[in-house]
């Protein structure tokens, strides 16, 4: 169901990405997707940097039951 979402922004060619969201109650992990208007491409990637700098991310583990 994922792709119902990727397609359009593809499509129209809007600038793009996506960031680790957490994990879900699998213990998975899940991403968010954050686009932008055309043109907004620097402002997308800040806003991604600062989402990475507020969670914490890069020292975030899985729950151990998935280690």
Do not use: K, Y
Request: proline share 12%; charged share 10%.
């Amino acid at each position: 169901r994922w792709m119902e979402v990727v397609v359009p922004v593809a499509l129209l060619g809007l600038p793009c990405t996506a960031v680790p969201a957490g994990f879900g109650s699998n213990g998975l992990p899940m991403g968010l997707q954050l686009f932008g208007p055309i043109g907004a491409d620097a402002a997308l990637l800040r806003l991604a940097q600062g989402w990475h700098e507020v969670t914490n991310w890069p020292n975030t583990r899985p729950p151990t039951s998935m280690a």
